[in-house]
């Protein structure tokens, strides 16, 4: 089956001057299971195309569809694929609520859930990111970046979703964490048999990660790199 597939995806920006096509007319597919780069230089349009996947930004034109079900344009995602697809934003600094405690950022879409037993939940949660329990008393500012990049990923990995989608998610991590928190992404994939969809500038992230990708440039897709043309890097 067909995780995604994205079919003359566009995103144009009005402002004073007149509209700015962000997203021009990209295509592309990935399989289920499949882990696939979007790989580009900044402003080239990566974050606006994986926005519109996550139902963020419901201003486009095209066609999305998510295992085979069509999201619309201008309609919020609804019922079951709400749950199935889950982003983790590149700066986990401003995407964890500064003033709730880990225990209440974690806890909070479990409750909206109905799940029962909501702190052995959240527990479960951190140990599954490499975190001890004691990270559940503690505010965003009293982590490391590398330990709030975890919860970012435990945040979008508690309703069990079948696509995620990653945003630049090493970015803001020095060079050692880095390499941490992509082994941990790989070893999550592999135990929950997610697709996942990585944005990146970084080459080698995107070449250590992914089976295959696209190359962006100024909003379209210019390259489609098999899995031995990232080797090759
Ligand atoms: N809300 C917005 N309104 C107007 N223009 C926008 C908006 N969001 C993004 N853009 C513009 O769209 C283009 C693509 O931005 P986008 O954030 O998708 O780039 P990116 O590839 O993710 O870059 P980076 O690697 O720096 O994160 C940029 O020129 C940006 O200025
Ligand atoms: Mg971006």
């Not at 919020?76 to 694929?81: D, H, V």
């Not at 609520?97 to 909206?112: N, S, Y």
Request: glycine content about 8%; charged content about 25%.
């Amino acid at each position: 089956m067909s995780a995604l597939s994205v079919d003359n995806l566009s995103i144009v920006f009005n402002g004073k001057d007149g509209g700015f096509t962000a997203v021009d007319a990209i295509s592309f597919d990935v399989a289920e299971g499949e882990t696939f780069g979007l790989l580009g230089p900044s402003g080239c349009g990566k974050t606006t195309a994986l926005r519109a996947v996550a139902g963020l930004n419901l201003d486009w034109s095209g066609s999305i569809n998510v295992f085979d079900t069509p999201l619309r344009p201008n309609r919020k995602i609804i019922g079951p694929l709400r749950r199935d697809i889950q982003m983790v934003f590149q700066d986990p600094y401003s995407s964890l609520h500064p003033r709730h405690r880990i225990r209440r950022i974690l806890g909070e879409p479990l409750t909206v859930a109905k799940i029962e037993d909501v702190e052995a939940a959240v527990l479960a949660a951190l140990d599954r990111v490499g975190l001890k329990a004691d990270i559940a008393g503690r505010y965003p500012h009293q982590l490391s970046g590398g330990q709030r990049q975890r919860v970012a990923i435990a945040r979008a990995l508690l309703l069990k979703p079948r696509l995620l989608l990653l945003d630049e998610p090493t970015s803001a991590l020095d060079v050692s964490v880095q390499a941490e928190i992509l082994n941990l992404l790989n070893d999550l994939k592999r135990d929950c048999g997610m697709t996942l969809v990585l944005v990146s500038h970084d080459r080698g992230v995107v070449a250590h990660m992914c089976d295959r990708a696209v190359e962006m440039s100024k909003g379209t897709i210019r390259h489609a790199l098999a899995r031995s043309d990232l080797e090759i890097y």
